[in-house]
C-alpha cells in the first residue's frame, strides 16, 4: 500500500509524466501510477496522453502556459471583502455572495471560499 499525497502542483504531476515517458513507460500505466498515489481526480487518462505527446513532440517546460483571456479579477483587496462578508453572516450561501459581488461569477466566488476554508 502507497501513501497518497492530496493537492499536488500541476507542475509536479507534469514532472511525473515526464520522467516516466522518459523511462519508456505507458501512458495508461503512468496514469495508473498517478490515480494510485494522487487519487481518483489527479488527472484523466486523456490528459495523461496529451502531454506524453507534447513531451515527445520536445516540450520541456512542465508548466501550464499562460492562458490568454480575460484576466483575473481575484486580488488581495476581494479576498479581504469576501472575507467580511463571510465574517458578518456564518450562514452565506453563494447566491448571497454573488449578489454582493454581481461583478464576479459564482464559480470565482466559490472558489475563494474554498480556498478560504483550506
Known amino acids: 500500500m502507497f501513501k497518497t499525497i492530496s493537492d ?16 519508456k513507460v505507458k501512458p495508461a500505466e503512468i496514469h495508473h501510477q ?3 498515489i494522487y487519487g481518483e481526480n489527479v488527472m484523466t487518462d486523456g490528459m495523461v496522453r496529451k502531454w506524453v505527446r507534447q513531451f515527445n513532440d520536445g516540450r520541456t517546460n512542465v508548466h501550464n502556459e499562460a492562458r490568454c483571456g480575460r484576466p483575473s ?20 450561501t453563494i447566491r448571497m ?10 464559480t470565482v466566488l ?6 478560504r476554508l483550506n
Do not use: T
Open 97 to 106: 455572495l454573488f449578489d454582493e459581488f454581481p461583478h464576479i461569477s459564482k
Open 73 to 92: 479579477v481575484v486580488n488581495d483587496g476581494l479576498v479581504a471583502k469576501v472575507n467580511e462578508k463571510i465574517r458578518e453572516n456564518r450562514w452565506f
Open 34 to 36: 498517478l490515480v494510485e
Open 8 to 23: 499536488p502542483a500541476d507542475c509536479e504531476v507534469h514532472s511525473v509524466i515526464r520522467f516516466s515517458n522518459a523511462k
Open 110 to 115: 466559490h472558489e475563494n471560499v474554498i480556498n
